[in-house]
């Protein structure tokens, strides 16, 4: 059975940081992506990363947030710093196994996703 749990999400103020885990087990996966979510609004990309370590990110993290993965422990991170109130959301991990040769930045591209970790970053 695949699963995929993140943790790491929290309070925390604007100008702090976080940093979020996704661990995944059942499968060993090419593709690792993070998203969110806020209310009212679609699921939006924030990073991915490749099997091969190729990085991915949305313009309004780049710089703020790195995406790593450790794949002997089948486990992708999301640093995030510089967190600003505008990052509040509910925080997916998605995964997949295969090896885009595009940048995997839509929901549709992955076929497995955790159940959320939420970040609240107050003013």
């Known amino acids: 059975q695949v699963q995929l749990v993140e943790s790491g999400g929290g309070l925390v103020q604007a100008g702090g940081s976080l940093r979020l885990s996704c661990a995944a087990s059942g499968r060993t996966f090419s593709t690792y992506g993070w998203f969110r979510q806020s209310p009212g609004t679609e699921r939006e990309f924030v990073a991915a990363?490749?099997?091969?370590?190729?990085?991915y990110y949305a313009d309004f993290v780049k710089g703020r947030f790195t995406i790593s993965r450790d794949n002997a422990k089948n486990t992708v991170y999301l640093q995030m710093n510089s967190l600003k109130p505008e990052d509040t959301a509910v925080y997916y991990c998605a995964a997949d196994q295969t090896n885009w040769d595009f940048a995997p930045s839509a929901p549709s591209q992955y076929e497995y996703w955790g159940q959320g970790t939420q970040v609240t970053v107050s003013s």
């Open positions: 990363i490749t099997w091969t370590g190729n990085t």
